[in-house]
């Protein structure tokens, strides 16, 4: 192996779209790019032959074309209308930014925050919201700001317009929620469609609801999982980015389940938002198309 | 290594039984069995402190003992009586017998059929039925006798007559659902519980019923599995002895999901026979332990 | 769902290539499709950044283009020449022949049969060779022609001359070496390069020759595989195309990880063997690109 | 359910012992036991064929016995010596004491940091030592000592004597080493035997020493995966406790595996910690027996 296999990667954009499938989408994009002289770093399509969707996803480094980002944006414009593409250009120099929520439980919340620091995960974390007080030092310790916003039966529509405020100013791309125990109004879910990421501790779609580690007790399951989706209004059913398993056996009890259930639930949620980072995961109806 | 961990394993007694938990039933056990000079080959346990029950497997080596299995039942019945265990004590000269039902797929009998010639489940196959034709040659190639059981919506009391004197004149032990593609009679279900071993094609409890790889597909799941379980009068709901799943992804049809699932299901329904045969598993409510 | 994604999959061509890595490839590839009509099914890409290497496959329905596959080939050559590939167009209309090669375990070989009897892998066996008598009869029921070639330490010559002349006369694409226990000559290696796929009872480079169960068992591990690689010269150190590996605890003996082992070994032979079938696995020196 | 499978465990204490096998010693064992009104919350045997030994492990109601651990210990000790055990009895009440070691990285201290903070590891941490300042932070604000002991090669005599020392004040059970990158002297290994938990980045015996996962890119293979140790004087060839894999592909790049591999790090070293920390691993030769 030369020295190139562990340098850093290079400067890209990274096209993604879906649109109506037809003969020649390849060549055209392609075609665009190679036009302007754009070298593709790594490409990947899918076609659905049930409801004729194309999806594709091309990394161009930056530098091989002879405009800035805003410019192929530009450029891109016409072919997009014309297939009647919904597109997406993002600049790999350009950190996307999420909002972390977060309850009582830290699991996630941890393996986010060294996954930040150590820059594993190439992401901002613009702030973290919790309806408790109990993880304010830990995230401030990382130099992030935290807000407590307490969500009670009778203050929901106050606490979450907060929430959108603080996402809002805090220029947030998208929503993590680690392991955030409370229902979000339908009228988020709507706004923010395929920006509110999700991680339940339950191989969806069983065990819907609440105590899922229970629920899979009293089934006798002999694995247990989990399942990072985008948030709809339906609870639990909205788009499944990622999900795994692990092995449980009879002598293990409900606090067992939960504990091995953790390190699904981390590795899960890691796993679905850095596929939500790098621009892979396209929406297909209510199942999800992940360019790898 | 010494040569001894591939050498055949010795003649042996299983007995397993489970019973209210209390103070000094592996001493009671293990003392009668130390009393009789019983070599202790392997053995497990398991308390439920839910239930309050206790389940326990042991492995005597037969020729330790001064007497042989009968003998051993009928000492063994006066401790079993007294601590109320619902018990069992096998013999591991005598190869079990099972018949395996059958529909059209074959993956499945496939894998056992070669189990069986190969040694590598160590079982008698009492006989194949099933409600088709389509298998009869590759099973009477290998020496097994094949009936051809029609079942429809008018004669399935008959039908499952036949099947069931079928079973009782082969001295079946219990029956395989091989992806026996019939639902059977609840009465049949409740006479031989614990004795009827299926294999569901999904990762139950999701997809229940019919046709669960295109559940799987529609719910846009990134793993199918299959759930090998004992039959009950309830539908895809009695205890499960065994899971597994496989990874599967955007690009695969219903087609590929099937495809990817035999897989899963000839090594679950193999791996829960075994434990089954093995006499593993012991029924606990809905659930089952499986002693290893 | 639509019932389009059980129906059966449309007639195409696959076109596969490794190439020097440069701007336009895939304009230029695609560009040329789209040019004759040509609709892209799927198509996926590599570029290795450390050999300056781009690897593309594509498969393109067959009735969009306005000639038949030699004509396709034909004047895909001069793009191919240009740009210097490693390329080969293949037809899903015909199906590509194979030649197993056996000793006297049977797992893998029933694996393949079944797969083959239900069209599951869509494959010609145009015969199985081995050094021993026992699986005639099974192979023969399955109307699959079976030679036996004895290979002793003084006829290997004449063996593998046979073999070779089996294999040219029966139009086989690639041998299948489904647990066949010979050495080939460094030869025959050298000459079928990228034909000859072997699984290996180890998740290699652990344990590679002789007895890789019981060198596991020795090391303590906790987890057992199966390798399925490409054969050269160098005794199980070919490319790698598929592993994985299963779960075994300290009370499993050797024989217990050899049956578990035979699970692994059917199923990464069968994925491995589907992959080549499907055109998928490019060889890049000693790596290989398996293109989903 | 009922709610006791979520209540916490009550006080019991863990004999685990190993002797030459024979007849009688569950009876022996478990007798002793039930002579003083033990109640048994769990056991497991295991017999070793191949070199005649037997390991078992039993869990005790602390409140069944009439007398307390050191009690215990003293009348055990009889019946250890005449089946001439090796032996240990702990006390769930007594938190076992651990001693971090750790360089740059901090995926696993991080990760084991949340599980000791959250009360899922039943651990006290006495310190983290470390041949960097980089984590002092991060330890002290969990309320941990951190000790900065540089090793170098001019003063690796003097490093080690200090880390023991260390150790020693702390009262330290046991060392974890959490990707510690420095080989520890032969002395240190033997003394402290079964007591050093090591975390190895490759699926031993793959890939022993440094650079793991560039050894993996270079041999192509298709998952990469991380071994729990107990470290002896031979690198990486310690007694193995637990271990695990991940599938890669080939559009991976070294730095992808060893991001990969973190996960799959993080995991094996909490479970391996886990077995060791509730005395389930004894150690058999060069390999583990884990009592589940």
Redesign the interface.
């Known amino acids: 192996?030369?020295s190139?296999?562990?340098k850093p990667r290079p400067h890209y954009y990274t096209l993604r779209f879906s649109c109506p499938d037809s003969?020649?989408?390849?060549?055209?994009v392609?075609?665009f790019?190679?036009?302007h002289?754009?070298?593709?770093?790594?490409?990947?399509?899918?076609?659905d032959?049930?409801?004729n969707r194309f999806f594709m996803r091309v990394e161009v480094k930056a530098d091989?074309l002879p405009f800035p980002c805003a410019e192929l944006r530009k450029r891109f414009a016409a072919i997009a209308q014309e297939l009647q593409m919904d597109w997406q250009i993002s600049d790999s120099a350009v950190r996307k930014r999420v909002v972390i929520l977060v309850s009582r439980?830290?699991?996630c919340l941890?393996?986010l925050?060294?996954r930040w620091?150590?820059r594993?995960l190439d992401v901002d974390i613009a702030c973290v919201i919790s309806n408790h007080e109990s993880a304010r030092?830990?995230v401030e310790?990382h130099g992030i700001d935290y807000h407590h916003v307490p969500v009670a039966a009778d203050n929901k529509a106050q606490a979450y317009a907060e929430i959108e405020q603080l996402f809002a100013q805090s220029g947030g791309e998208a929503f993590v929620l680690a392991r955030f125990m409370q229902i979000l109004p339908p009228e988020l879910c709507r706004k923010y469609l395929g920006r509110i990421i999700n991680i339940h501790h339950s191989?969806?779609?069983?065990?819907v609801g609440a105590r899922p580690y229970?629920q899979a007790?009293?089934?006798?399951?002999?694995?247990v999982?989990a399942t990072c989706h985008y948030v709809t209004e339906e609870l639990d059913q909205g788009?499944?980015i990622?999900?795994?398993?692990i092995?449980i056996?009879?002598?293990d009890?409900?606090?067992d389940l939960i504990?091995y259930g953790?390190?699904i639930e981390k590795?899960v949620l890691?796993r679905g938002l850095r596929f939500h980072l790098e621009d892979r995961v396209l929406v297909?109806g209510?199942?999800?198309?992940?360019l790898?």
Do not use: C
């Open positions: 192996m030369s190139s296999s562990i003969t020649g989408i390849v060549s055209r392609s075609g790019l190679a036009e002289g754009g070298w593709i770093l790594h490409a990947s399509q899918h076609a032959e049930d409801n091989s439980q830290e699991h941890y393996d925050l060294e620091r150590s594993d030092s830990l310790w191989f969806l779609p069983s065990f229970e007790y009293n089934h006798g399951v002999k694995l999982g788009p499944i990622e999900q795994d398993v092995r056996g009879h002598g009890t409900v606090k504990r953790k390190d590795a890691a297909n209510n199942r999800t198309v992940v790898r």
